[in-house]
């Protein structure tokens, strides 16, 4: 990397997070490719460097990612045309190289981070529980004490994390992730446009029933709110504009 750390905390011992991004994958359901939603790297990214932190790059599986259609600001939908963070890092190739080749979960060392931050878009809810890997990783750092994040989809996560004793990471603990009301939102806007029949959900689950049959406390802030929220060391963003709130919550409980 090029860039520069232009405001280090503690330049001989910098805070490290580990950022998990979901490799591509195939919807189900629409047969859409999917993938990684651009802002849920991005705006933690930036936040956690302007900090003077380290951050490294991860996938579930390894090698090249890609980022949903619609994350992108330069995407026709203009979606998240606003989105200047992710404009600015997707126009940086030395940025992009983060993506080109990630390492794969599984090279985790737990030891050597502070955090694991797992990212969203649409490609989590249709491959993360096959990411085993990423799975163990993130039971790893909760059991360790360490920070244990997820962002919007990437909550969905939390439907197949277990602790070592078998329970699930999840029961008792106050969380929050993409909403129902999100869910109608995009069902609602996909049978507009006519890519699906009415009452065709896009998503094959969804994860605020899901972790309230496991016993979480689901809250939320409102339709697309920027929400983050911290239950011991586990923390979890609301959805795609909750990015920086992540980070921020997750930087309160570092410390720094």
């Known amino acids: 990397m090029s860039h520069k750390n232009t405001n280090p905390v503690n330049p001989s011992n910098p805070k490290r997070v580990a950022i998990v ?5 195939t919807s189900s359901i629409t047969g859409w490719p999917v993938g990684f939603w651009w802002s849920e790297l991005t705006h933690p990214y930036y936040k956690f460097i302007e900090k003077g932190y380290e951050v490294e790059v991860f996938s579930y599986f390894g090698g090249k990612c ?12 203009k979606w998240q045309a606003e989105d200047l963070i992710s404009r600015g890092f997707i126009g940086d190739p030395d940025l992009l190289k ?5 390492r794969p979960a599984k090279e ?3 030891d050597k981070f502070d955090a694991i ?12 529980e096959k990411a085993h890997d990423t799975i163990e990783k993130f039971v790893a750092f909760y059991e360790a004490g360490k920070i244990a994040a997820a962002l919007c989809h990437g909550v969905a996560i939390l439907r197949y994390a277990k602790l070592a004793n078998g329970n699930h990471l999840v029961a008792g603990k ?8 999100e869910e109608d939102f995009a069902d609602e806007a996909v049978w507009g446009m006519g890519l699906l029949p009415k009452g065709q959900n896009l998503m094959p689950f969804r994860i605020e029933d899901e972790l309230k049959k496991l016993g ?15 239950d011991g060391n586990l923390i979890t ?8 709130e992540t980070a921020d919550v997750i930087i309160t409980a570092l410390g720094e």
């Open 21 to 25: 991004i979901a490799n591509p994958a």
């Open 66 to 77: 890609e980022g949903d259609a619609m994350s992108n600001p330069d995407d026709a939908s």
């Open 98 to 102: 983060l993506i080109d080749n990630t």
């Open 108 to 110: 985790i060392a737990v």
């Open 117 to 128: 931050v797992i990212a969203g878009g649409q490609a989590p809810m249709f491959s993360i």
């Open 174 to 181: 106050t969380v929050t992730g993409f909403a129902n009301i």
């Open 216 to 230: 979480a406390n689901f809250i939320l802030a409102g339709l697309w709110k920027g929400f983050a929220i911290r």
């Open 237 to 244: 963003g609301q959805q795609n504009f909750s990015g920086s």
